[in-house]
């Protein structure tokens, strides 16, 4: 064949870089986005953060936050809608203070915040520097300390510990015996237990010896399997007591600590800056991005006034990046804005009145309501939050599937889930019910749900079945 020239016409789809720098600001978090951001604070020096000045914000005129707010004071309409609704926040800092997190008893703070401060083996290990005792029993202890686990228990059999101790130091499990004991006297009660069986009996053996307390140890002692099961019937006739006294025993094992070590523990927290801000204006909800959470950028003005004057300048390139930053932030926020009012729109019901009145709602209506692409839509939903008046929700809660209704409706999973809730809380702690006898009432109240569904919601829950739920 001879070589020839052909020329062929097609069309295919390319990401600019702009567009790809889009889609991957869309989908970060805030946190992550401001991790984002500071990376090309540092490579291009024509972007920087102003602490005060004019910005454009999603949902709302081109104006600075301050006179944002001073706007909204002299109108009389309180904080404006960049900074979150005042009055349910205040709501939120009276039921903390009420429960005691802003309590006013700074002693109660103190031992709070100290109680999460110090680890558990630092606990320990001050009570042993308190201890007197001989050199090698304060080393054999210090031992078992270090092998006791975050809960409290100790870990391993004194076999394995006196097998894994050097064969110089000639342990015996007498020795280690009584070290065992030592530690068991410390605080928090129940700490170097073995089993949550001996956990509960250290409890119990260090509270006063009445017959309520008595008969608790040996339930704990003989029968924690009946008591576990739930099985009272069984358990009365195994001991031969009183329904009162079976009762007044049971609410003593329960208020015990399983997990003593627990509360040194260091907490899990997780701090999370909502991207918009729900709040009810003349009987409308509406949302507003948080201004906590847009970032503020510009151009440098020093570097555009020489680029100005300066063309071919080698900085050119970088302040069409700064420009792509700043405008696919905007756009970010804009289009989170926008995904989130659709949402809102559709979910007034569960804003008015809880979780019982979520409806179904899936990714396709709001793409096809707003126009953008189902994939989109996710990536939107997904680490954004929405800070309302009932709490701060990423915007994936408000999604989920539905389950049919007599009257040819839908109900959503949420609002089912919720409803089991109700139910459970409400019931009968001598006749719980069982799922079935759940399906039964929601299928009184028209929606159909199969047994198997409420089990599944229920475990969802983290709600125990009906004969673990059963009490005296």
């Not at 390319?14 to 790809?20: D, K, W």
């Not at 006196?162 to 530690?183: K, S, T």
């Not at 025993?249 to 600590?257: D, K, R, T």
């Not at 839908?410 to 109700?422: E, G, H």
């Amino acid at each position: 064949m001879k070589p020839s020239l052909q020329l062929k016409l097609s069309q295919h789809l390319a990401l600019t870089p702009q567009l790809q720098q889009s889609i991957r600001l869309l989908q970060l978090s805030t946190l992550d986005l401001e991790h984002e951001l500071e990376r090309y604070l540092q490579e291009n020096p024509l972007l920087e953060r102003a602490d005060e000045y004019s910005v454009a914000i999603p949902g709302g005129a081109e104006r600075s936050v301050d006179s944002a707010r001073e706007e909204s004071l002299e109108e009389g309409g309180g904080e404006p809608a960049l900074g979150g609704e005042e009055s349910w926040l205040d709501d939120q800092a009276r039921a903390f203070g009420s429960s005691g997190s802003f309590d006013d008893d700074p002693e109660s703070d103190y031992q709070d915040a100290k109680a999460a401060s110090v680890s558990l083996r630092e606990h320990l290990l001050s009570q042993l520097g308190l201890l007197t005792v001989s050199e090698r029993d304060r080393v054999l202890v210090r031992c078992l300390i270090e092998a006791v686990d975050d809960d409290g228990y100790l870990t391993q059999s004194l076999e394995e510990l006196a097998e894994a101790m050097p064969g110089e130091f000639e342990i015996d499990q007498d020795e280690l015996q009584i070290a065992l004991r030592y530690l068991q006297n410390f605080d928090p009660t129940g700490v170097g237990a073995r089993s949550a069986q001996e956990c509960l009996l250290l409890q119990l053996e260090s509270l006063p010896a009445d017959s309520t307390c008595l008969l608790a140890q040996q339930i704990v002692r003989q029968h924690l399997d009946l008591l576990a099961s739930h099985d009272f019937q069984r358990l009365r006739k195994q001991i031969g007591c009183e329904e009162d006294e079976l009762r007044a025993a049971h609410l003593l094992i329960c208020s015990l600590n399983p997990r003593p070590g627990a509360i040194h523990a260091s907490p899990d927290i997780r701090y999370i800056t909502p991207d918009v801000v729900v709040r009810k204006l003349r009987g409308q909800w509406s949302v507003n991005v948080n201004a906590d959470a847009y970032p503020r950028l510009r151009i440098n003005s020093l570097y555009a006034q020489i680029l100005s004057r300066q063309r071919g300048s080698g900085l050119a390139g970088q302040l069409q990046e700064a420009r792509w930053l700043i405008r696919n932030v905007q756009q970010r926020f804009d289009t989170i804005l926008r995904v989130a009012q659709a949402i809102v729109d559709r979910q007034r019901q569960f804003l008015d009145h809880g979780e019982v009145a979520m409806r179904p709602l899936v990714l396709r209506e709001i793409a096809d309501a707003l126009g953008l692409h189902e994939s989109t839509i996710s990536r939107v939903t997904t680490q954004k939050y929405m800070a309302t008046p009932r709490g701060i929700f990423e915007l994936k809660y408000f999604f989920g599937s539905h389950v049919g209704t007599e009257a040819g409706g839908a109900c959503s999973a949420t609002a089912i889930r919720a409803l089991i809730k109700q139910m459970i809380s409400a019931e009968e702690p001598r006749k719980p019910l069982s799922d079935s006898q759940i399906a039964e009432i929601l299928g009184q109240q028209g929606i159909v749900v199969a047994r198997r569904t409420i089990a599944k919601y229920r475990e969802a829950l983290n709600i125990p079945p009906v004969s673990l739920r059963k009490s005296i």
